[in-house]
Nanobody, 116 residues
Framework: QVHLVESGGGLVQPGGSLTLSCVGS????????MRWFRQAPGKERELVGG????????DLVDSVKGRFTISRDNTRNTVYLQMNHLKLEDTAMYYC?????????WGQGTQVTVSS
């Protein structure tokens, strides 16, 4: 059974940093693209970025490029989202995601709040 568990969220001031982690289990983690999404209150869930099966193949949406980095450690079945220079508009629940054939799996999310 696929299981994703995010952690690392919290309250941070504008300009601060956080690193989110997502541990996957129940599937061959290294064989799958992993993605991060976020959902702010009253808004649709949106893609933040993704990383391919090899650590060097990642991409991020324009709004976070240059500030966020996605990485993965296949030995730990973990994908990371390093977030620097956080802005108020980065406040959201952050989710990791994996798609297998026609099924999408999500973690429970971790809350990131950027506030002064």
């Amino acid at each position: 059974q696929v299981h994703l568990v995010e952690s690392g969220g919290g309250l941070v001031q504008p300009g601060g940093s956080l690193t989110l982690s997502c541990v996957g289990s129940g599937f061959a983690f290294s064989n799958y693209v992993m993605r991060w999404f976020r959902q702010a209150p009253g808004k649709e869930r949106e893609l933040v970025g993704g990383i391919g099966t090899t650590a060097g193949s990642s991409d991020l949406v324009d709004s976070v490029k240059g500030r966020f980095t996605i990485s993965r450690d296949n030995t730990r079945n973990t994908v990371y989202l390093q977030m620097n220079h956080l802005k108020l508009e980065d406040t959201a629940m952050y989710y990791c995601n994996v798609v297998q054939l026609f099924d999408a799996y999500w973690g429970q999310g971790t809350q990131v709040t950027v506030s002064s």
